[in-house]
């Protein structure tokens, strides 16, 4: 075994060796991969091969695609067979909820270059002739898809990798990772020890144990996955015997359940209500090859539902029962990329479809660890959209609802219900009572809108079809009322969010952004550190703002910040919520080493409540003494002041194009402010208003979003932003990449749409753009603008397509839309509201 290397990738799973594998056809040969046990031993030895491409996730839908094409080839590269199996997959649709989920994928994938077809009912029939098509709307077939032998592709890929010079040593196990004095790893193992520039942890059920050993909590919780193998039936033999093709991969979605052909029988998995999480402390060191104890018995709504749907599979008896760990996180997608807190420590982890995300996986945490970033946007994906909560007891109830909702419909609203609430602003209790209808973001509780008193939907109202898996609501405690209804198309809560927009644009309104990450940098190099990462000149007198990114090393958009300069030398930022460890991690390791510049995390002592519309000023001047004038607090500009016997900052900036300010306070202090505010408002009938309405005054105003508009795909001057970059100002972190980059001609141009006749659907994101036959684009996000009353769009399309009035079209839930481009901010392009 060697002693040093520059690489060392824990974990001989599928996803191991496929990470081992492409650095080395980067060109990093001296790599090396340390399995405990012989490979493939943990969980991918009991996978059943499947590859699915469908996923709504622009990040996984990347990595599956990468693997599919990766794995055809594989066999003819090595050498080794892998036994891939093309039978594509055919998805079933019994609702109209599922239908137009799958209509919105059908975008999705066409902007990420998946190929995917719709067949009837009869097409299914001739497919997959044992299947009874009685209640099926239709379906969707992937051609590409089908599945392969996780153990084959496993040792294709390490054979590959030895080839290329990689090193894999098994039966060795890791028992200390330690961080030298010079940045280095030494990985001490059984068999010896080993120096390494980076380490990776692809342990898979064993993540919570590598990541220990350097101080991580791994946000990964395995839970338990049961499929069952009958013995052959004479149908399927006789196709065989007559030489047809396999039926393929069927997946009835809203039953929870997969079947395929295995061995002249069949195979079923279901994924069912109640499977426990597994390994909550990890497996025992000597764990190999290992199932647990079959349990049939909470399976039997699932086998009962795909015997009415392929009757045959009653007709013969099981063969096997697998009961296996499958890794899981909150979200139901990996984690791949760095580790927070710790320099070159690199996680891919949390595979819960390990078999299909591996190859594509290992592609771009490769990338990022040889070339500095990954050609994908990876923000789907990154370890660091966990925080801190994410920890053991909140992990377990997560992952078990994650595992569970594998084939529930992914609706664009829909928000789940497992450990909340978490994390709670004061004013948490205030807002419910004012009809706070609640979203989470990062473990925050946030209002996504409001309703009105009394306000109930009836079962009539919900219309839930009677299939297995007919949730299209937020689960409630029992007694209180159900208020909105989940849909790809404008739902009951669209004219309610109307009212809030209508009501900050005529009125006042009141909004919680409490979950915004706040940070604060001092330090005698404070000033020149940020000047040295940030696009945009830093704010130069105390009490101005500035919006300022920071870029990737090829001028890709990684993060967005308000910066406000409190004192000489002494900068307070703030940036989304749901990025706290996402940025905090690179501003911290961007730190000079001479301890010249400090940084700090105060998002939780501090809360935030913004105050927007055109009476905000009026209902400010009852709170306060300070001089509200716009020449005395001009836009983009903050003070300390007092509201009534509380001390805030009041920063004049706000993301819905309104006069207003953010008031960022002690969060000690938040409802004695709320209380004040909201007395002091009643002359002027102030309400409160949530995300939703936010979102929609954003779109008017073509306010942009990561990792939407913005993206590390994207260049800066791609989205828009060249009056946030200042490359004359001095050297910054990708300035001179990004000013190539416009030199060598940009690709893509961001640009706002009017979408035009919409009904009942308008775009989400990530829907196609055509000129004529052919995509030029897709949208990043949309929905409707209230104060211009128009359906809007936001998207990145070709540089000569981007001229206001031009006419292109968009496809939203199948049907083609004419979209018309429009100058940027459609409400109040001169800004005279926020100036006032």
């Excluded at 594998?21 to 001296?30: F, P």
């Excluded at 010079?182 to 990985?187: A, D, K």
């Excluded at 990541?211 to 065989?240: C, D, F, N, S, W």
């Excluded at 992914?410 to 979203?439: I, Q, S, W």
């Amino acid at each position: 075994m060697k002693t040093h290397a520059r690489v060392v990738v824990i974990g001989g799973g599928v996803v191991g060796v496929s990470t081992l594998y492409h650095l080395a056809k980067k060109g990093w040969s001296d790599v090396v991969l340390i399995e405990r046990k012989e490979l493939t031993s943990g969980s991918t030895w009991h996978a059943a091969g499947l590859l699915p491409l469908f996923n709504l996730s622009y990040s996984v839908g990347q990595l599956h695609k990468y693997s599919v094409k990766l794995y055809k080839g594989l066999e003819a590269e090595t050498g080794q067979h892998v036994g891939f199996s093309q039978v594509t997959n055919i998805r079933l649709a019994t609702t109209k909820d599922r239908m137009d989920e799958y209509l919105y994928y059908a975008g999705v994938a066409k902007t990420i270059g998946v190929d995917v077809k719709f067949i009837t009912p009869e097409e299914l029939k001739e497919i997959w002739p044992l299947c009874d098509t009685t209640g099926v709307l239709g379906a969707i077939q992937h051609p590409d898809d089908g599945y392969i032998q996780p153990a084959d592709l496993t040792q294709a890929l390490a054979k590959g990798a030895r080839a290329m010079g990689a090193e894999i040593n098994r039966y060795t196990s890791v028992i200390a990772i330690e961080k030298l004095p010079g940045g280095e790893w030494l990985v001490k193992t059984d068999k010896g020890d080993i120096t390494c520039e980076h380490v990776v942890s692809a342990s898979g059920n064993f993540a919570r144990k590598t990541g220990a050993m350097v101080g991580l909590e791994v946000p990964v919780i395995p839970v338990e996955h049961q499929y069952i193998v009958t013995e052959q039936h004479p149908a399927i033999m006789e196709r065989k015997r007559l030489g047809l093709p396999e039926m393929g991969v069927l997946r009835e979605s809203d039953a929870s359940y997969y079947m395929r052909e295995e061995a002249g029988g069949l195979l079923l998995g279901p994924y069912e209500i109640g499977a426990p999480a597994c390994y909550v402390d990890g497996p025992d060191d000597n764990s190999e090859y290992e199932l647990f104890q079959e349990d049939l018995e909470r399976l039997e709504p699932y086998i009962e539902a795909a015997i009415k749907r392929v009757p045959a599979f009653a007709e013969v008896g099981v063969k096997k029962v697998y009961n296996g760990a499958i890794a899981y996180t909150p979200d139901g997608n990996p984690i791949v990329g760095p580790a927070w807190d710790v320099k070159n420590f690199w996680l891919n982890e949390g595979h819960s479809f390990g078999v299909t995300a591996a190859g594509g996986s290992g592609w771009q945490l490769a990338e990022w660890i040889v070339e500095g970033e990954p050609s994908v946007d990876m923000m789907g994906v990154d370890p660091r959209r966990f925080g801190p909560y994410a920890s053991r007891g909140y992990l377990k109830e997560k992952n078990e609802e994650a595992y569970a909702k594998v084939f529930s419909i992914h609706y664009p609203d829909e928000e789940r219900t497992a450990v909340r609430p978490l994390k709670r602003a004061p004013n948490y209790d205030r807002m419910k009572a004012l009809g706070a209808v609640f979203g989470s973001i990062y473990g925050w509780e946030r209002p996504n809108w409001f309703a009105p008193a009394g306000y109930a939907l009836s079962e009539a109202d919900l219309d839930k079809p009677d299939v297995l898996l007919n949730e299209n609501h937020p689960d409630v405690k029992e007694g209180e009322a159900i208020r909105e209804k989940w849909s790809f198309r404008r739902s009951n809560y669209f004219e309610h969010v109307g009212n809030e927009c209508r009501h900050v644009n005529e009125k006042v309104g009141i909004l919680d952004m409490t979950a915004f990450a706040k940070f604060r940098v001092t330090g005698a190099g404070a000033e020149a550190w940020l000047d040295s990462i940030f696009t945009n000149k830093l704010p130069q007198k105390v009490g101005r703002v500035s919006l300022t990114y920071l870029l990737t090393k090829l001028g890709g958009v990684r993060a967005e910040f308000t910066v406000y300069k409190e004192a000489h030398q002494n900068y307070y930022l703030v940036s989304a919520g749901a990025l706290e460890r996402h940025d905090f991690d690179y501003l911290q390791k961007l730190l000079p080493t001479d301890g010249s510049v400090q940084l700090q995390k105060i998002t939780t002592q501090f809360g935030v409540l913004v105050v927007a519309g055109p009476r905000a000023r009026d209902l400010m001047a009852k709170v306060t003494d300070a001089d509200l004038s716009s020449k005395a607090f001009p836009w983009l500009s903050g003070k300390t002041i007092s509201i009534g016997g509380a001390v805030v900052t009041a920063l004049r900036v706000n993301f819905v194009g309104e006069l207003g300010w953010e008031i960022h306070h002690p969060i000690e202090t938040q409802n004695y402010i709320f209380d004040l505010l909201m007395e002091a408002g009643k002359e002027f009938d102030i309400r409160p208003f949530g995300i939703r309405a936010m979102d929609s005054m954003r779109l008017e105003k073509s306010y942009k979003l990561i990792p939407r508009e913005l993206s590390i795909e994207y260049a800066a001057y791609e989205s828009g932003l060249d009056r946030f970059v200042a490359p004359n100002k001095g050297e910054f972190i990708g300035r001179d990449a990004l000013v190539r980059r416009r030199e060598d001609g940009l690709k893509w141009n961001f640009v706002t749409m009017e979408v035009h006749g919409v009904t009942d659907a308008d775009a989400r994101g990530s829907e196609p753009i055509y000129q004529g036959e052919e995509m030029v684009g897709r949208v990043t996000s949309g929905g409707y603008g209230w104060r211009v009353g128009k359906s809007l769009a936001l998207a990145m399309v070709r540089p000569e397509l981007s001229a206001a009035g031009t006419e292109l079209e968009i496809v939203i839930l199948g049907l083609r839309f004419k979209a018309t481009i429009v100058p940027e901010s459609p409400f109040d392009p001169e800004n005279n509201a926020l100036r006032g």
